[in-house]
């Protein structure tokens, strides 16, 4: 399985580079990433508990977005389609597919953590560079902050990003 680990790695860096210099990434990455993730996640789960937990993972992103939506749209005072200002497609597929990966339990603290973090930075970056670009480069970002959580639990096995059993033990 370390050569499935190093192409979700790899995977994971070339997501972050095409969305830190392009801002895009081609789509092709997302559905390699979920699927080689859900490999992963596969050889230390049932195929039953992955497909459960994943489940699980992508209904609270669901929710998320729906909430999302309904707030613009109520703010708006029309439908608005979150994908054209708010919200990049690659942003919305790279969290559809670590769910595939990450237990639930995880994926919600992966989740608030990241934007936490690339909140701070964002803000640090437009205080020191006062004309830096406005968008956010949220998809990249948070591949960035995947590997070094994957390559922390390579060589940290109690980490385990794939069970809530490492949470369960604070």
């Known amino acids: 399985m370390l050569f499935l680990t190093l192409f979700v790695l790899l995977c994971l860096g070339f997501i972050c580079y095409q969305d830190m210099r392009y801002r895009a990434v081609y789509w092709i990455c997302f559905p390699l990433l979920a699927i080689s993730m859900f490999i992963l996640k596969l050889d230390n789960a049932t195929w039953k508990d992955a497909l459960i937990q994943s489940l699980w993972a992508l209904a609270f992103f669901g929710i998320q977005l729906f909430a999302l939506w309904g707030y613009l749209s109520l703010k708006h005072k029309q439908i608005v389609n979150i994908t054209r200002n708010y919200l990049g497609l690659g942003d919305i597929l ?71 059993s490492w949470i369960y033990g604070f």
């Open 94 to 164: 790279f969290l559809w597919a670590i769910a595939f990966y990450l237990s639930p339990a995880n994926y919600i603290l992966f989740y608030i953590a990241s934007l936490i973090l690339i909140l701070i930075y964002t803000i640090a970056r437009r205080i020191v560079q006062k004309n830096a670009n406005p968008e956010i480069p949220l998809a990249g970002l948070q591949a960035l902050l995947l590997s070094m959580i994957l390559i922390v639990s390579v060589i940290n096995p109690n980490l385990q990003p794939y069970t809530d």
